[in-house]
T-cell receptor
Framework: NAGVTQTPKFRVLKTGQSMTLLCAQD?????MYWYRQDPGMGLRLIHY???????AKGEVPDGYNVSRLKKQNFLLGLESAAPSQTSVYFC???????????????FGPGTRLTVL | AQSVTQLDSHVSVSEGTPVLLRCNYS??????LFWYVQHPNKGLQLLLK??????LVKGINGFEAEFKKSETSFHLTKPSAHMSDAAEYFC??????????FGGGTRLMVKP
């Protein structure tokens, strides 16, 4: 199993450009999440999904959109990138709400995004 | 909503000496708590988790944490640091809906 994978690993954008980050998981997890990591602030939840076709806002959703068209994929979009969105982005997944390990999240390796 | 506070942003120890990374939590009920580790340029890896079965939790790589309700603490310890332990550590609390709230992180440096 590859676990949680993210593409791309690095990206540099100019202000106003758009891009999509792809997260894929092969563990058949229902829940998927997008976080951003900034120095001294830990990880903050951007958006999440509790199943195929569903999405919900997290703590810092402004400037981002997401889609979960397939259970194994969770896309994060930036329609008009801003320098404040320079960050490291992590995707995570977790199983459904039944069973012993349901609250453990599994993380991808991250995408480092720079907006100039 | 529940929250966690990591009391030190940086901790420096010598190889072979004990490690103590401090975390306090705020919760209106008995929380699920985690410690995650992030090595440089890597994703996050679960070290250990507390879910009320036992107050002393053992994790991977010789780490353990003790849940103390009276002190609202969940400190991470290791008896003897290795160079490979140098990383950033996050204390995390579980919130309803399978959502996690992260502390600000503690960067552990290990000197030879």
């Amino acid at each position: 199993n590859a676990g949680v994978t993210q593409t791309p690993k690095f990206r540099v954008l100019k202000t106003g450009q758009s891009m999509t980050l792809l997260c894929a998981q092969d563990m058949n997890h229902e829940y998927m999440y997008w976080y951003r990591q900034d120095p001294g602030m830990g990880l903050r939840l951007i958006h999440y999904s509790v199943g195929e076709g569903t999405t919900a806002k997290g703590e810092v959703p402004d400037g981002y959109n997401v889609s979960r068209l397939k259970k194994q994929n969770f896309l994060l979009g930036l329609e008009s990138a801003a320098p404040s969105q320079t960050s490291v982005y992590f995707c995570a997944s977790s199983p459904t709400s039944a069973g012993e390990h349901t609250d453990t999240q599994y993380f991808g390796p991250g995408t480092r995004l720079t907006v100039l | 909503a529940q929250s966690v506070t990591q009391l030190d942003s940086h901790v420096s120890v010598s190889e072979g000496t004990p490690v103590l990374l401090r975390c306090n939590y705020s919760s209106s009920y008995s929380p699920s708590l985690f410690w995650y580790v992030q090595h440089p340029n890597k994703g996050l890896q679960l070290l250990l988790k507390y879910t009320s079965a036992a107050t002393l939790v053992k994790g991977i790589n010789g780490f353990e944490a003790e849940f103390k309700k009276s002190e609202t603490s969940f400190h991470l310890t290791k008896p003897s640091a290795h160079m490979s332990d140098a990383a950033e550590y996050f204390c995390v609390v579980y919130n309803a809906g399978n959502m996690l709230t992260f502390g600000g992180g503690t960067r552990l440096m290990v000197k030879p």
